[in-house]
Nanobody
Framework: VQLQASGGGLVQAGGSLKLSCAASGRALDGYGLAWFRQAPGKEREFVAG????????YYADSVKGRFTISIDNARDTVTLQMNSLKSEDTAVYYCAADTWNRGSVYRYEYLLWGQGTLVTVSS
């Protein structure tokens, strides 16, 4: 399976963006899924996650209440709705999949990665 992230762009602080991660090759059903981000000069960090059977979600404290992760009914696209964006949300955002469905926040437990999409929030 390959992941393709899209939806990044430039937005003003307080605005919204929706990121998408489309799978090709097979559906994502059964995988743990997550979004990570990497700001310039910083480590890649966990943002949001959802694990099969895709009922419960979990978030980094920094985005809780502002971001929402979800997966479509076809189980081939995972999205990240980002509201009330702040300048500190500026980063390259990556989607990732864990075939073991562990619900992890650790990047090394995700073996499948999208190519990243840049989000820039202007203040």
């Amino acid at each position: 399976v390959q992941l393709q992230a899209s939806g990044g762009g430039l937005v003003q602080a307080g605005g919204s963006l929706k990121l998408s991660c489309a799978a090709s090759g097979r559906a994502l059903d059964g995988y743990g899924l997550a979004w990570f981000r990497q700001a310039p000069g910083k480590e890649r960090e966990f943002v949001a996650g959802i694990r099969s059977p895709y009922v419960n979600t979990y978030y980094a404290d920094s985005v809780k209440g502002r971001f929402t992760i979800s997966i479509d009914n076809a189980r081939d696209t995972v999205t990240l709705q980002m509201n009330s964006l702040k300048s500190e949300d500026t980063a390259v955002y990556y989607c990732a999949a864990d075939t073991w469905n562990r619900g992890s926040v650790y990047r090394y437990e995700y073996l499948l990665w999208g190519q990243g999409t840049l989000v820039t929030v202007s203040s």
